[in-house]
């Protein structure tokens, strides 16, 4: 199956190059810093789509969501603990000892738990520690999602391609971690 993608300057909103290739193609682009490569939906031609928000909006909300995941999934650091894997595994690891701990803290239970960070190194986490790092983890994720609907938002509120292309889906996002 062939795929149609375009790479943009998104600091400028112009369209650097047209592309096509084999399913898969559009990811392993390598553009230069300061641009991105958006994969459009099977059929697009990308010089129609290089002006028709039309097509470029769904193809940007799809490299957002993209980008949302790979950024929930990134881990991030919570001062007292140190840095957390967040990936699915990891976040449902997370949410089972989170609620162990509540488990235990509410039947005045003893509760311990030896959690390997993302380094791996180790650390003791009491009850309270450990809902700490279930809330955390949550307000992580959706902190990465308050991200991704404002950015939808811009996209939503663009009318014209040049516009569109103008939004820098980078910007903002190390701040949630």
Known sequence: MQENYIIYNYSTGTVFMRGSGPEG??????PPQGFDVLKLASGI??????T????LAPAMWDKVKLLRD?????????PSVGSIDSNSTARTNISGATLAAFMAKASNQPFSVTWTLADNTCKELDADSMIDLGLATIAFVNQCHEKARA??????QAETAEQLLSINLYDGWTAVQ
């Open 25 to 30: 193609v559009s990811y392993i682009q390598t």
């Open 45 to 50: 031609d990308p010089v129609l789509a290089e």
């Open 52 to 55: 028709d928000i039309t097509y």
């Open 70 to 78: 790979k950024i929930i999934d990134g881990g991030f650091t919570i």
């Open 151 to 156: 950015v939808r938002e811009e996209i939503a």
